[in-house]
């Protein structure tokens, strides 16, 4: 079954599983403590401001083994950028989304160094240290630009140019360091010094290793000259890894010692397995890569976390359906020794190479993915980037139309449909004074923070009962937007904007 025919077999099941009766509402009001989204609903953080601005950053393993991984990424990156900009994915000459108007891409390594401590092929020091790549990594690559950010207006800029340099850039080399940082590396990439007030409430910029192992005692790397401006406060953000390991974002630099009682009879390449549990101290937990990436949006669905990784091509579909617990439970994702004891058995091979489970990084989608950041995983050793690219194109470009939906929802005879539209603030800041809103309930985020349920009134589609939203499967906006077929949610004419530092949620019964 090809891509576009399992999105769209996903999608017809998941609408005709849509009642048309009952109302969430109605069983949480005036609750303390609700639950966000109880089983039983389909719930959706939902962007009412759309965008055409995209943050995209490349993180690309320049370990040894990927020489022909990076060609590949390469090879994909005109057509990617083309759709992108155009808004035409099927090659038709029309758009099928609301193509990004502005584009930034930067491109970092796995590669964050040995420390003090050092180990073959990571040498002292930090690496390449989250920094955005402004040259290539290969012999006889492009000269140096200025920045590592790579900025693309459609009205200013050629595309042809834009593309050259950035794919020139993508050629990372292959003399990384062999402990891949692939969530470390761009958090310290897109980590700023202080919070900034378009982030989520309460976010607050993690700290990194120092030289000299201070787990706290370094800056992000999001103001270094290179990284300067990459990150915008209304754009999609999205983090794309390219690699065939799993993650070793490191602790301690104990782990890379080779004189350590603890550590001396685990051989390098199995320790980042055998020491992953962040409890032992090694390695950071998952947490944190959620709290850095996703806390940077206001609106959690605005964070796009990608990986072409070493995921069984035939777990695709499960990831694909947000099933990641079935790709985790695969037999060749468990970490397994090889028989000679010093690296760990393949999750899947290609033409080039083999992969070995990328378990931290698929614990790192779905949790971002239950926080309502928008997640899409591929495998690498599928024949060609293709269906990987387009993926990531699909989920771009749902992020991108904001309010534009993924499925029809079922209609009754006044037009409306059986969900609630919240906008979930903190407490401090009141709803029921805004004309349209009420404050509903009150619930704790992913975060356990507490936050008001502040409920849109649901209006029928003719728009003429007030201030609220209502479903729209058939405005000439709509199918300028969304594309035809695809709905959207739209507030009445004269209804506010939701606030800076809120988050829109649709809650729908099963």
């Known amino acids: 079954m090809s891509i576009r025919l399992l999105v769209a077999a996903l999608l017809t099941l998941a609408a005709a599983s849509l009642g048309a009766s009952g109302c969430y509402l109605a069983h949480q009001r005036e609750a303390p403590s609700a639950p966000a989204c109880p089983p039983g609903y389909w ?24 020489t022909e991984e990076q060609a590949s990424l390469v090879r994909e990156l005109p057509r990617f950028v083309r759709i992108l900009t155009t808004g035409d994915r099927d090659g038709d000459g029309g758009a099928d989304f609301t193509p990004v108007g502005s584009l930034h891409v930067g491109v970092v390594t796995t590669d964050l160094g040995g420390g003090p401590v050092g180990a073959p092929t990571c040498p002292i020091g930090f690496g390449d240290d989250g920094i955005m790549r ?110 065939d390991e799993d993650d070793c974002s490191v602790a301690d630099y104990r782990l890379f010692s080779r004189d350590d009682p603890e550590l001396d ?110 997640v899409s995983l591929s495998s690498i050793c599928s024949p060609t980037f293709l269906p990987a ?32 539209l919240f906008e979930l603030t903190p407490p401090s800041r009141s709803c029921g004074s805004v004309e349209g809103r009420a404050f509903d309930h009150s619930e704790r985020d992913a975060r356990g923070d507490v936050v008001s349920a502040c409920r849109i009134e649901q209006r029928d589609p003719t728009r003429s009962a007030g201030p609220g939203w209502y479903y729209d499967d058939a405005s ?27 988050r829109t949620e649709l809650r729908c019964r099963l």
Request: glycine share 10%; proline share 10%.
């Open 43 to 66: 719930c959706r953080p939902i962007a009412i401001r759309a965008t055409d601005s995209v943050d995209l950053l490349f993180v690309i393993d320049n370990s040894s083994s990927m």
């Open 476 to 502: 000439v906006e709509a199918r300028e937007t969304c594309g035809a077929g695809t709905p959207r949610v739209a507030l009445t004419d004269g209804t506010p904007l939701p606030p800076p530092g809120t």
């Open 389 to 420: 690219v387009d993926r990531l194109v699909d989920r771009l470009a749902a992020t991108l139309l904001g309010a534009c939906l993924p499925m029809p929802l079922a209609q009754d005879e006044d037009g409306l449909v059986d969900c609630e």
């Open 134 to 243: 402004s040259a290539s990594g290969v012999a006889g690559g492009c000269p140096a630009f200025p920045s590592g950010v790579f900025d693309f207006r459609a009205d200013r800029d050629d595309i042809d140019t834009f593309v050259a340099n950035v794919g020139c850039v993508a050629l990372v080399g292959t003399r990384g360091c062999g402990f891949e940082q692939q969530l470390e590396a761009p958090l310290k990439a897109i980590t700023p010094w202080h919070a900034p007030s378009w982030a989520a409430a309460g976010y607050e910029p993690p700290r990194f290793l120092s030289l000299e192992g201070d787990p706290e005692g370094s800056p992000g790397s999001s103001d270094a000259p290179a990284n300067r401006g990459f990150v915008r406060p209304d754009s999609v953000l999205a983090v794309v890894l390219v690699t």
């Open 265 to 374: 009879s685990v051989p390098l390449n199995l320790r980042c397995d055998a020491f992953g549990d962040p409890e032992r101290g090694f390695l950071r937990p998952i947490q944190r890569y959620v709290d850095g990436f996703v806390g940077l949006r206001a609106d959690p669905s605005r964070f796009v976390f990608a990986a072409i990784t070493g995921i069984p091509p035939d777990t695709e579909e499960a990831a694909l359906r947000g099933d990641y617990q079935a790709v985790l439970d695969a037999p060749s994702m468990q970490p397994v020794p090889d028989a000679a004891g010093v690296a760990l058995e393949p999750s899947c091979s290609y033409s080039d190479g083999v992969a070995t489970p990328p378990v931290r990084i698929v614990e790192a989608a779905r949790a971002m993915a239950e926080r309502g950041a928008t």
